[in-house]
């Protein structure tokens, strides 16, 4: 009895040129801070300190069907008046987005994106902040979805509103 093998190739489908797709090209930190003015040992602080979080997204045309996708995070400690910990992060990807409507690019450059660099995100922080002598902050799930659906609420209204002329 002898071993057979086939070496006849299984030919694969040919990929449809005009298929959507979204390839991620590269994830950078584009900016980036830390400061803790009196280091971790800080003192007249009780409890934890309140962390205050201020998250945007923004995107903009690199090419033919590239695109670059920043989100910018402010996040600051504070204990009582004292900032305990400062850190300012600009996580930004390349995206390459071909064969999608206006409508479905927009979905991509303002959740699909965001969501995707929010991981590398979370990663920076945690390690910025532990670096620091501080414990780690982890930053909260956000749901862009979300905050998408809110934008458009509110300029359905807007437009929706009355206009006087006077």
Same mark, same amino acid.
């Given at each position: 009895?002898?071993?057979?093998?086939?070496?006849?190739? &299984?030919?694969?489908?040919? !990929?449809?040129?005009?298929?959507?797709? &979204?390839?991620?090209? %590269?994830?950078? #930190?584009?900016?980036? +801070? =830390?400061?803790?003015? +009196?280091?971790?040992? #800080?003192? $007249? #602080? /009780?409890?934890?300190?309140?962390?205050?979080?201020?998250?945007? !997204? %923004?995107n903009s045309v690199l090419g033919q069907d590239a695109y670059e996708v920043v989100l910018n995070?402010?996040? /600051?400690?504070?204990?009582?008046?004292?900032?305990?910990?400062?850190? /300012?992060?600009?996580?930004?990807?390349? =995206?390459?987005?071909?064969?999608? %409507?206006?409508a479905d690019l927009m979905q991509v450059l303002n959740v699909m994106a965001p969501n995707y660099?929010?991981? =590398? @995100?979370?990663?920076?922080?945690?390690?910025?902040?532990?670096? $620091? %002598?501080?414990?780690?902050?982890?930053l909260p799930l956000v749901t862009f979805e979300g905050l998408q659906a809110r934008r458009a609420?509110?300029?359905?209204? @807007?437009?929706?509103?009355?206009?006087?002329?006077?």
């Amino acid at each position: 009895m002898t071993d057979q093998n086939d070496q006849t190739p &299984v030919q694969q489908p040919a !990929a449809d040129v005009n298929a959507p797709s &979204v390839t991620p090209q %590269g994830v950078y #930190i584009k900016d980036c +801070s =830390f400061e803790a003015p +009196s280091g971790p040992f #800080i003192g $007249g #602080i /009780e409890g934890q300190p309140q962390v205050n979080m201020t998250m945007r !997204a %923004g995107n903009s045309v690199l090419g033919q069907d590239a695109y670059e996708v920043v989100l910018n995070l402010r996040l /600051e400690a504070k204990g009582g008046d004292k900032v305990v910990w400062l850190c /300012e992060l600009q996580q930004a990807g390349a =995206f390459v987005v071909k064969n999608l %409507g206006s409508a479905d690019l927009m979905q991509v450059l303002n959740v699909m994106a965001p969501n995707y660099l929010l991981s =590398f @995100a979370r990663s920076t922080v945690a390690e910025l902040v532990t670096k $620091g %002598g501080f414990p780690p902050f982890l930053l909260p799930l956000v749901t862009f979805e979300g905050l998408q659906a809110r934008r458009a609420q509110q300029a359905q209204q @807007a437009d929706a509103a009355p206009t006087t002329v006077n």
